[in-house]
């Protein structure tokens, strides 16, 4: 099977970070330097304030926008969430699920992740499923258990089409904002555990089909050798995304 049927996605994360100033600012930067790259899919996922700036700004361009979050509830007594329905109708094509610093610090499980997921699929809004194992997890060996389970459980009662809209992300916990990247051996070898999950629900062909990026400290340097790599199908970027010139040198990089 040839990896040029599935289409690299850049995506960034910006984070908790860019005011819709500041945001508007980067975007109006990024755009003209990323101009008819079309190589790969190329998204920026902004805090929900900034999102009618962003989408607004991108018009007519190759910019995607993606959300960091949805709620799972179509709608009702939630203060302070936001809903799919929300997002589609501001603009919002894709969406990250399951981020490791919102499993970490705001008690996401596996099994929010999986309704937020279906959520997304359900507005039409491209999920960003993000698995990976923490540092402790990966020197006991447990890695493949572990990002198995988490895929596993986020697809519960998600069906061979559907998946195909689902992108994963492979985030080791500890390359996450440490500046220590997976080696692109590792990168792979997980990615392909991830697609071998999903051959042994979906069967192969859906398997090869969906998107699997890496995410933990990819930058200009490494991006290229780690989208070089087989299972490896794009990237989910937090920190050098904040930089126009760091992410295109990163799409660049997925040309
Ligand atoms: P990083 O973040 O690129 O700053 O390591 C990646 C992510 O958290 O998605």
């Known amino acids: 099977m040839n990896k040029s049927v599935r289409k690299a996605v850049i995506a960034g994360n910006w984070k908790m970070n860019m005011t819709p100033s500041e945001a508007e600012k980067l975007v109006n930067e990024l755009k003209p330097m990323v101009e008819g790259k079309n190589g790969c899919d190329i998204v920026v996922c902004v805090p929900f304030v900034d999102i009618a700036t962003v989408v607004n700004a991108v018009k007519g361009t190759n910019v995607k926008v993606g959300a960091q979050n949805v709620h799972f509830k179509k709608n009702g007594a939630y203060t302070g969430e936001i809903s799919a329905d ?4 501001c603009g919002v094509e894709y969406v990250v699920i399951g981020h490791s610093e919102r499993r970490q610090y705001f008690g996401e499980t596996d099994e929010t992740v999986n309704l937020r997921l279906k ?6 809004i491209t999920p960003i499923l993000c698995v990976g194992e923490v540092l402790t997890e990966r020197e006991q060996d447990v890695t493949a258990e572990v990002v198995a389970r988490q895929t596993k459980i986020a697809l519960l009662d998600v069906d061979a089409d559907a998946v195909k809209n689902v992108i994963i992300a492979y ?3 500890w390359a996450i904002g440490t500046g220590k990247t997976a080696t692109s051996d590792q990168a792979d070898e997980v990615c392909g555990i991830i697609r071998d999950v999903l051959a042994a629900k979906y069967g192969k ?13 990819m930058k200009p340097d490494n991006a290229a050798e780690l989208l070089s790599k087989y299972h490896v199908d794009g990237g989910l970027i937090g920190g050098a995304s904040l930089k126009a010139a760091d992410f295109t ?3 660049d990089a997925a040309q």
């Open 86 to 89: 929300m997002l589609k109708e």
């Open 119 to 124: 959520a997304a699929l359900d507005a039409g």
């Open 171 to 173: 985030e080791p916990v």
């Open 205 to 217: 062909d859906v398997a090869e089909a969906v998107t699997i990026q890496y995410g933990g400290s």
């Open 249 to 251: 040198a990163i799409v």
